[in-house]
Every structure is written in C-alpha cells, then in structure tokens.
Nanobody, 115 residues
Framework: VRLVESGGGLVQPGGSLRLSCAAS????????MSWYRQAPGKERELVAT????????NYAGSVEGRFTISRDDAKNTVYLQMDSLKPEDTAVYYC?????????WGQGTQVTVSS
C-alpha cells in the first residue's frame, strides 16, 4: 500500500488549497478513504472521510462547510478541497486507509495558513 499526498503550501487566511492523495497497491475503489491532520503539539485528528461505492462524506465540525472531500476511483486518487482557510487549519495533512484492520498513512503534506 502506498499513499502519496501533494498540494500543500503556504496560503493566506481566507484562501484555498486542494490536496491530492495518489493511492496504489490495493483495490482503491473498495475502501473508505480519510484525511487526518496534525498540528504542532497536538494529536492527529480526523478531518474528513468518504466511503466507497456510495461516496458518503463526513467531516469534523471544525471544517464542516469549508472543506470538501472527493474521490476519483478511475485515478485512484482522493482529494481535499479546502476553502476559507484559517490559521488554525495549519497542520500536516495525511491521507489514510484502513485495509483489513491494518492502518496506512501517507508521508503527509504541510499546510500553513498565515498572512
């Protein structure tokens, strides 16, 4: 299993970023996919999840209405569109899949929201 995130960077408050996670080594379309984030000195937290097949989405309350998770099963890629970014969104963002009870993470991509 390999998960490779991209799209992070420095953005001003109120700005937008789109993260991508390219997956390989497993049947991507059969698994729920998630984004987590970890800010300095804080625990890793779940940001959003999208299910397989039905594409049902769930979000942390802190990002509801600002972030959108989506997936393209033809490209084995999951996305996180982040709008109206706030300084408190600054964190390393990780792609995640739980496959048969084994947890897999990408290497993470840094998002910094600052003026």
């Amino acid at each position: 299993v390999r998960l490779v995130e991209s799209g992070g960077g420095l953005v001003q408050p109120g700005g937008s970023l789109r993260l991508s996670c390219a997956a390989s080594g497993f049947a991507f379309s059969s698994y729920d996919m998630s984004w987590y984030r970890q800010a300095p000195g804080k625990e890793r937290e779940l940001v959003a999840t999208i299910t397989s097949t039905a594409y049902t989405t769930n979000y942390a309350g802190s990002v509801e209405g600002r972030f959108t998770i989506s997936r393209d099963d033809a490209k084995n890629t999951v996305y996180l569109q982040m709008d109206s970014l706030k300084p408190e969104d600054t964190a390393v963002y990780y792609c995640y899949v739980n496959r048969w009870g084994s947890r897999y993470w990408g290497q993470g991509t840094q998002v910094t929201v600052s003026s």
